[in-house]
Structures are given as C-alpha cells and as structure tokens.
C-alpha cells in the first residue's frame, strides 16, 4: 500500500518543515481536496483558478490532517502548532514529488493521449495488461498538470505498469511537460479532431501537442498509433522507438476486418494481427466499441501477449466506460453518453442508437463546445446523422441550433417527420419534464452533451422510479 514517510515527502518536495511532526510517520494519503481528508493524511494545497487550496487548511487540520504542503507561511485560522511543510509552489512541488518517486519504481508507463477516447483507451489497456502483470490506471480523468502527479503518487511502488491518460491541446509543451514526469515507455494516440479549437486555433496546432508524447518515447520503446488518422500515422516518422498501428485500413498491423454489431450484446469481427486471424467477439457496444478493443490488443501485442488472454480482459466490466443503460420514465431506456461531446464520439453514440431495438429513438443532444471556427459545420455533421436515424430530437444549448436545422433538412422518405424540440441552457428543467412526459415503453434515448453542460444531471432525474413504471401493457 502506498505511504510516504515525512522524509521521503520532504527530499521529494524540497521542502522544509515548519512545527512538529515524528520522524517515524507515515501519510498514507495526499488530498488536495479539504472536504475529503480523514485523521493522518497529507494536505496539498493547490492553487486553482477559481479556489486557493491555501483558504482551506485550516478546514484539513480540523478534519485530522497530520500536516499539510504549503507555499505561504501565513494562513488564517490554522493553529499554531499544525505542522507545514513549506515549498516555492504547490503545484511544483507536486510535480517534482511525482518525478521523485517515478525514478524510483520498476513500472513501465503507458501514455495515452488524443482528442476522442483516451479514458476508453486507458480502461481497455489497463484491463489488458492486468492479464500481464500488475496495473495502476490514472482514475477518472486525472489527466493534466496536477492529475497526472496524483495518479503516480497514488500507485504502489512494485506495479508493473502505470497506465495514464495525458490531456493536453491548450498549450504546446503541456503533454512534453507529463512525459518528463511520468517517463513513458508506451505512447498511444487514439485521435485528431478539432477539439479545443478555440484555444489551439488549428487542428495542425493540436495535432503538434499530441505528438509531443510520440516526441518523448525512448529508442527501446514503442508508439502506438490509430493507423486510421492520417495526423496520427504522419507521427510515426517522429518515433525513436518501434511503431504499431491499428484500425480498420489494410496497412494497419493490428486491424478488425467485417466488423458485425450485436447490440448491446456487444461486436465480433476478424482480427488480424501479427499475420494471424482471429475470429473475436467483445462485450463492447457501436464502433466505439471496435476501437477500444483494438487500441488494447495493440498495446497487449506491443507486449508480446497471446490474444486469449488479452480477450478476457477486454471482458472485464469497467471496459466500456462511456456508455451507461438505465431504465427511465414509464420503462423508457436510456443510454447514459454524457461524459463529454465531440463529433466523433456523438456519431459513434449514435450508431448505438442505431443499432439497440426500438420502437421510437431519441437523442437529446447537447450543444458541443469549444469547436471554435468549425462549431457550426461540426454541430451540422452531427444533425445530418441524427436525421438519417432518429425518431424524436431534443436539443439543449443555443449552440445545437445549426444541429437540429440540418436534422430537420433530412429527406425522411416514408418515415413521419422528425419531431425536433429546441431548448436553450436555462431551460434544463422544461426539457427534463418534457422528457418525462414523452418518454414510454419502446423508447431508447440517448443523451449526450459536452461535459460543461452536466447532462448526468438530467438522467440522474431521469432514472426509473418505482411510480415511473406503468402497469403492464403500457398506456
């Protein structure tokens, strides 16, 4: 179990102590958070763009902390005798305690990074490689600056892999910045899309950031890339090490050929891969699904794994990340997508949509942000698709206009027209009443929306009742 003693954090740090604390002791935990720290741990105070982690120390003293890491000497309502330990800079100090403690474990890292997908691919390599050995994931989406220091200081100091996802695509040098600290071995790239365009500018510009990860892996270690991305192969030539491409493409070397859809069973197709064929089927739902499973077996074969064992871990419960199914009003189902939203991962959702039984699909899309330039043609993309397959459209968000209007322009041939309902952000409770009130046995709505807008909420508001379900028959 993971524990850091009172020197170890201060060589870690540079950090210098100020008041008491036994030598002998042992923090078994970092919480930057002062709501969640419990008797001995270790307080960060981190500074934050809206919060100043500094305010709360005195808080983490009360809850029990033994001592907090601080970057100022004069805080308020913290008592004297609580011990400190002060740095130049919080987040700093973080982040040279991680790079300590990274080049004192044996593990192999696994950096995974992209625009679309990397909490999926995280998932579906770490289940993966815990077939292979033991694994420490990165949890949720502790992907940047300060997430990505957590997840190495969280893990046990003899796992044989850490497996973190790297954000990036505000700034160039963020992600070259995690490599320095995390130290990959591995690099996977899932995507370039023109995500976070309004703080890049072009999607040249992001695809730059991403390939700092390639940039950063060593001559004896390996880049995995989406062989299906023109952007993400053109890395190759930037790679020190080996290079494994998958995808669906011909050249790819791990490929799925006849890729054939079971619902919410899950997705079979051929794979080929180190010159064999293989026939598989993964619980893993939509063509989403296809690349979650072939960015792990590509990380697995970068390994030199036997396929078997590599598919029972892609059967492990917490692969498919993305996508929840709930029960909703009047026995109504409903996919839970709303993570996050991007043009590519909502037309994935969609052919979800598509492909679960139905008597009437619905999608309830919320806007997608942070496009910049390209948002109406991207949101319009979208609307295309969804008119090609839904029944019913809400939209949330003033942004999703240009979505619902090409939905809309869509021939419907002998299919009833489209219902399409508009709602902007302030009206999240009209929508979810009237989602109450449509909603019935047969339906399937999905519901996904980029990750400011909180569309968890609607469904957590939507899940089933016992009073939602209508007696049998239906109404």
Request: with cysteine.
């Amino acid at each position: 179990m993971m524990s850091y003693s009172l020197e170890e954090v201060i060589a870690g740090t540079g950090g210098a102590l100020q008041g008491q604390l036994a030598g002998e002791f042992r923090f078994s935990r970092i919480v930057r958070d002062s709501r969640d720290v419990r008797a001995g741990d270790l307080y960060w105070a981190i500074v934050g763009e809206r919060l100043d982690g500094h305010e709360f120390v005195g808080s983490a003293a009360d809850a029990g902390a033994a001592a907090a890491i601080v970057a100022r000497e004069e805080l308020s309502g913290v008592p004297g005798s609580f011990p400190i330990i002060l740095v130049d800079d919080t987040t700093l100090a973080l982040q040279r305690f991680a790079a300590w403690k990274r080049q004192r474990m044996r593990a192999d890292a696994i950096g995974i990074t992209g625009s679309v997908g990397k909490t999926s691919a995280k998932e579906s390599i770490a289940a993966v490689l815990a077939e292979h050995g033991s694994v420490h994931r990165s949890k949720g989406n502790y992907n940047n600056e300060i997430g990505l220091p957590l997840s190495i200081l969280e893990a046990d100091d003899d796992v044989d892999f850490l497996v973190l996802e790297m954000g990036g695509a505000y700034a160039f040098g963020e992600i070259r910045q995690l490599c320095e600290i995390a130290r990959p071995r591995i690099g996977v790239v899932t995507n370039i899309y023109p995500v976070h365009l309004e703080r890049m500018g072009t999607i040249e510009a992001i695809a730059e950031t991403k390939a700092e990860l390639v940039d950063a892996i060593p001559p004896d270690g390996i880049a995995v890339l989406n062989g299906d991305d023109p952007r993400v192969r053109a890395m190759a030539s930037r790679c020190r090490g080996r290079v494994i491409t998958y995808g669906l493409g011909a050249d790819c070397d791990v490929r799925a050929t006849d890729v054939e859809s079971d619902g919410l069973k899950g997705t079979s197709f051929w794979l080929h891969i180190n010159g064999q064929r293989h026939h598989v089927k993964v619980p893993l739902v939509g063509a989403h699904g296809v690349q979650i499973a072939l960015v792990a077996l590509a990380t697995g074969h970068a390994y030199g794994m036997h396929i078997a064992p590599m598919l029972v871990g892609l059967r492990s419960p917490g692969v498919q990340v993305r996508l929840v199914f709930e029960r909703g009003p009047g026995g109504a189902q409903i996919i839970d997508d709303t993570y996050n939203a991007s043009t590519p991962s909502v037309l994935a959702a969609l052919d979800v949509l598509r492909d679960v039984p139905a008597e009437r699909r619905i999608a309830v899309l919320g806007e997608m942000r942070e496009l910049g330039s390209v948002s109406v043609e991207e949101h319009r993309i979208v609307g295309r698709r969804t008119g090609e397959l839904v029944d019913v459209l809400y939209t949330y968000g003033e942004l999703a206009d240009p979505l619902a209007e090409a939905a809309s322009s869509v021939p419907r041939g002998t299919r009833p027209p489209l219902e399409v309902h508009p709602f902007g952000l302030a009206e999240r409770e009209e929508l979810v009443d009237a989602l109450r009130r449509d909603l019935r046995r047969g339906d399937v709505a999905l519901i996904k929306g980029s990750r400011g807008l909180e569309m968890e909420q609607m469904v957590a508001a939507l899940r089933e009742r016992p009073d939602d379900i209508p007696a049998e028959g239906g109404r």
